[in-house]
């Protein structure tokens, strides 16, 4: 049996029992205070909650207050005096009060909901004991502040820049993660880029001083390690910052990073910004970051808005001041026939004299208003076409400004859709092309004044363009030549008759290393469609429309060019004669030698038909044959003395003919077309006659043993239009000499030199090269030309051309044969030669002459003087060392002015017969002298002086 005593007490535990196990098992957090200052005990909840035991939170009860108060914003409230002290002194319950604190195992800071209840003994009047009993509203409270952060940012965005948007943005995220340092990054992972955007408020005031620079854009291998969340493309913490082995230094001036949280922003995959804050006073939670990463993803889509409308605005606000700059009207009308305005752009002013507001207003309100009456029409429908095809339109007009003037513009513009489909607007722009317009005029006018000009000029002058060959201009000039047909053409094909641009094209020299017109380039060239010589001036210049193209201008340089030719060949005609002067002269004085001592041996020799005769007959042929070659030479060189008469040339023809047949192979076919003519020519026969042998000779030559030759002569009369050869000869009759044959042909390249001496084709010992020059010296000599047709494979045609004797008679006269003349008379013979003077002496000795001989003038002289009377006749050498011929005579004729004189030359251009006898002197002879021609001139020079 329990006594009442035991039976309380045993109540009185179990009560106790009850209590502490209900104490324990509630889900609320207890905390029983003794005094403000001491905890007397808490509950299993309150241990959980807190995070900390009964020890460790008196311990820090001891030093600050265990539960931060707090407004629902989270904002402290006064901390001098705290709840629970409040009750203890006035012993009033509180209920609903909100507190922060932190629980050290989880790191979280919590939000918690307290109520704090005083305790009384019975008929205390002051708390003995104050239970808080608390619960963790962590969660809702961070719903609740996650709801009014997005209303917050709804309800101020339309109020803030995008930068003050930013800013805001992270300065609440800071406040609500307790981070003083936060950061925003625009992201371009295409370019792999970050650009700067902006910092929270407490980083750039108390942290940062490096000033960065909203939209400062640089790499992402120049960020550090807190680009991990790209990297990673998650939300990074980094609680230790000074222990990353892979973080880079900071730059001078920026916060020192003790802990940082930086999360991505993505959208459809990709990371469109970057969002951090650092600093925070304990280590970032996953609570944060969730927080942090919350806040980052409901900001953008705001941010994103904003971004794109300060994109629109500063696009807008760009697109109205390049508007309200450009030198024209921006306009926008209806599809209608009065135009009505929708918009104008302030440049309306400038233009028309109008104002925006005046064009708008109901007064005006039109395009058309402003467009010249004669020209509505067509705008309207220039306009209305373009906008059925779906295309732009362009149509220039006048406009009639506010002032009365007009001015030409140009409109381009195209169809947009309007307030309704049924009302479909034209937009465009207005531009005022008056001086333009007025420039072109002036440049067309000055470019049918330089037309005017080229056509006026004697040359040939034509545009082409220097890509295409085009031709793009000719002149009256080259029209003549080349016919209208040349405009459009390609130049090398009208103009050179080549079938591509031709190799001597100077388009590639006519630009310098900028592609600008260079200097001018000439340059000389035969055309193959004139036929006539030009000097080419091209130079690059610029067409219409600033186009580059090549101009030349051409002179016809024939006549210069021909003069050339000659002036060249009379140099060297004049070179060879000297030097076949020179052969002629002393080769003339061996062929005296030889033929005076052939013919005084055959006149010793007489009738017999020894075979000594017969040899020296041989010496005498071949010093006849070595005359005719020195007589060809000279006649080559015009230096011969010809002996023009009127002839007959069809004799000589034919005479020829028959000489060929029985010369040239039989594989050679002779055809002669000989018309016999009563025209004469004045001519010398041996030079005719050697004029066709050689251009048969040269024919035999081309048809290399076989082939035809065509020999032909006839009357034709030449007129005005004639080939460039026969240029100079003057109209009238002639009489045409051709030889055809039907050899090789002559090579185009070489046509111009076959003419010139020693140029040959053939090989070495075959030919001499000068048939054909002597041929022409002969032609020329006789005022007449020739002419050659020749085509390679097809044969070649010679035409000499002598111009027909007017005197219709002439006289045929023979001289017939007599015996030699002698005589018994003194003769002096003076010549250098000593073998030339003693062959004439002996010849004068046979013919019964005297003779004394000196082979030095000055002695021939000295013996003369001693006596002028004792010689009946002197014969004197022409050129000799000291004293000429001339000289010599000229002293006799003064000591004795009846003194008979002949002078002997072998080639001199000092004197000739004429000017012989003007000295005075009785007779000229060339050597080599015959004995029939020196017993002849003797006798008669001598039979003078008797007379």
């Not at 904002?75 to 609903?96: H, K, M, Y």
């Not at 140009?410 to 722009?429: K, N, Q, Y």
């Not at 020693?758 to 070495?764: L, N, S, V």
């Not at 015996?819 to 003194?826: A, I, K, N, Q, V």
């Amino acid at each position: 049996m329990h006594t009442p005593d035991q039976q309380q007490s045993d109540c009185l535990r179990q009560s106790e029992e009850q209590y502490r196990a209900l104490f324990e098992s509630m889900q609320e957090g207890v905390i029983y205070f003794s005094g403000p200052r001491e905890i007397e005990r808490m509950n299993s909840a309150a241990h959980h909650i807190l995070g900390r035991s009964l020890a460790e939170v008196r311990q820090r009860y001891a030093k600050a207050a265990l539960l931060t108060l707090v407004d629902e914003h989270g904002l402290r409230l006064n901390p001098q005096t705290d709840s629970i002290a409040r009750c203890f002194a006035t012993g009033q319950a509180e209920t609903g009060a909100l507190f922060t604190t932190f629980n050290p195992q989880s790191g979280r800071d919590l939000w918690l909901v307290a109520n704090v209840t005083p305790q009384f003994k019975e008929y205390g009047v002051t708390p003995y004991q104050v239970i808080v009993t608390f619960n963790d509203i962590t969660d809702q409270m961070r719903t609740r502040h996650g709801r009014r952060f997005r209303l917050w940012l709804l309800e101020n965005s339309h109020r803030w820049t995008m930068a003050e948007l930013l800013r805001q943005t992270l300065d609440k995220i800071g406040e609500h993660t307790g981070s003083p340092i936060g950061f925003y990054h625009f992201v371009d992972e295409a370019q792999g880029t970050l650009s700067l955007q902006m910092w929270s408020s407490a980083t750039q005031e108390r942290f940062c001083r490096i000033g960065g620079k909203s939209g400062a854009t640089y790499a992402f291998d120049k960020a550090g390690v807190w680009l991990d969340a790209l990297r990673q493309r998650t939300t990074v913490v980094h609680n230790d910052y000074a222990s990353l082995p892979q973080r880079k230094g900071m730059p001078e001036g920026h916060a020192t990073v003790v802990r940082e949280l930086v999360t991505p922003i993505v959208r459809d995959g990709t990371i469109v910004a970057i969002l951090g804050v650092g600093n925070k006073e304990r280590d970032y939670t996953e609570e944060d970051a969730a927080l942090v990463q919350h806040f980052a993803d409901l900001s953008w889509d705001l941010v994103e808005r904003k971004r794109v409308e300060e994109e629109r605005r500063e696009s807008r606000r760009k697109l109205n001041s390049l508007i309200s700059n450009l030198p024209g009207m921006a306009f926008s009308v209806e599809d209608n026939e009065q135009r009505t305005f929708h918009f104008v752009s302030d440049g309306c002013l400038e233009l028309t004299g109008y104002s925006a507001r005046e064009l708008m207003s109901p007064a005006m309100g039109s395009l058309a208003a402003l467009i010249h009456p004669h020209d509505r029409a067509r705008v309207v429908a220039a306009a209305r076409q373009a906008l059925a095809e779906n295309r732009f339109h362009e149509v220039e007009y006048r406009l009639c400004l506010a002032d009365g003037r007009e001015r030409i513009v140009l409109e381009r513009g195209s169809g947009v859709t309007g307030r309704s489909a049924d009302t479909p607007l034209i937009e465009g722009f207005v531009t005022d092309i008056t001086e333009q317009k007025n420039a072109a005029e002036r440049i067309a006018d000055s470019h049918r004044q330089l037309l005017t000009i080229l056509d006026s000029i004697e040359a040939q002058i034509f545009v082409a363009d220097m890509e295409t060959h085009e031709v793009l201009f000719v002149n009256r000039k080259m029209k003549d030549l080349f016919g209208d047909h040349a405009l459009g053409q390609l130049c090398y094909r009208v103009f050179q008759n080549q079938e591509r641009p031709c190799g001597f094209c100077t388009n590639n020299q006519l630009l310098d290393e900028r592609g600008e017109p260079g200097p001018v380039r000439q340059w000389e060239r035969f055309n193959p469609v004139t036929g006539r010589w030009y000097v080419h001036y091209d130079r690059a210049v610029r067409w219409l429309g600033g186009k580059i193209v090549r101009m030349q201008v051409a002179f016809d340089n024939t006549d210069r060019k021909e003069s050339e030719l000659k002036l060249r060949q009379m140099q060297k005609m004049e070179a060879i004669g000297l030097l076949a002067g020179g052969v002629a002269h002393d080769f003339n004085n061996i062929l005296s030698v030889i033929l005076g001592y052939a013919t005084m041996a055959l006149d010793e020799l007489g009738s017999s038909s020894s075979r000594v005769k017969r040899d020296v007959l041989q010496i005498q042929k071949a010093g006849l044959r070595a005359r005719d070659l020195v007589k060809q030479i000279l006649s080559f060189c015009h230096q011969s003395e010809e002996h023009f008469q009127p002839l007959k040339p069809h004799l000589i023809v034919k005479e020829v003919v028959k000489m060929l047949r029985s010369s040239f192979p039989s594989t050679i076919a002779i055809t002669s077309r000989i018309a016999v003519l009563d025209a004469l020519v004045l001519a010398d026969p041996s030079q005719i006659h050697q004029v066709l042998m050689n251009l048969c000779t040269n024919a035999l030559h081309a048809m290399k043993g076989s082939g035809e030759l065509l020999i032909e002569l006839e009357q034709t009369d030449l007129h005005q239009k004639r080939r460039r050869e026969l240029q100079d000869l003057p109209s009238g009759p002639y009489l045409r000499l051709s030889v055809k044959d039907s050899g090789t042909g002559i090579p185009p390249e070489i046509v111009d030199k076959i003419f010139d001496p020693f140029f040959t084709t053939k090989k070495e010992g075959e030919g001499t090269g000068l048939g054909l020059a002597v041929v022409l010296g002969i032609v020329k000599a006789h005022k007449g030309a020739v002419t050659v047709d020749s085509k390679p494979e097809q044969g070649t045609t010679f035409s000499v051309y002598l111009p027909v004797f007017q005197q219709q008679t002439a006289e045929e006269t023979a001289e017939e044969l007599e015996e030699l003349p002698r005589g018994e008379e003194t003769i002096l013979i003076v010549d250098d030669e000593p073998a030339v003077a003693m062959a004439m002496a002996r010849m004068l000795n046979t013919l019964g002459y005297s003779t004394e001989v000196f082979t030095d003038s000055s002695k021939a002289f000295e013996a003369y003087t001693r006596d002028p009377t004792l010689f009946d006749l002197v014969i004197t050498d022409m050129t000799m060392p000291r004293f000429t011929g001339v000289a010599i005579a000229r002293a006799m004729l003064a000591l004795r002015p009846d003194q008979p004189i002949i002078i002997c030359t072998g080639y001199t251009e000092a004197i000739n017969e004429a000017g012989a006898k003007a000295e005075g002197i009785r007779a000229f002879l060339v050597k080599p002298v015959s004995l029939a021609t020196l017993a002849q001139a003797v006798r008669r020079v001598l039979n003078q002086r008797e007379g």
